[in-house]
């Protein structure tokens, strides 16, 4: 049987569907509130430094393989065998 608000609108999660409104339980709790409210800055600040290290690995990668291509076509047009 699936989990029912107090409105009788099902909980959020449930293979039922549907979402239950943030107000109430804050209402009743809100020593939560504060970290409800502010814990989402910590979720978007984790999110963005794992933006910025992917851009950095992938601009790390590109220039690893531009030098790679600016060495062989250095070492192929010198006329030393490799």
């Not at 609108?9 to 939560?32: I, K, M, T």
């Not at 963005?48 to 590109?62: P, Q, T």
Request: proline letters at 5%; glycine letters at 18%; one cysteine or more.
């Amino acid at each position: 049987m699936a989990r029912l608000c107090r409105d009788g609108r099902p909980v959020a999660g449930h293979p039922a569907g549907g979402l239950e409104p943030a107000g109430d339980g804050l209402r009743d709790r809100r020593e939560g509130s504060y970290l409800w409210g502010y814990g989402h800055y910590g979720i978007f600040a984790a999110l963005a430094v794992l933006g910025a290290s992917l851009e950095v690995v992938v601009a790390g990668i590109a220039a690893a393989c531009a030098l790679l291509v600016a060495f062989t076509i250095t070492r192929e047009g010198s006329g030393n065998p490799a």
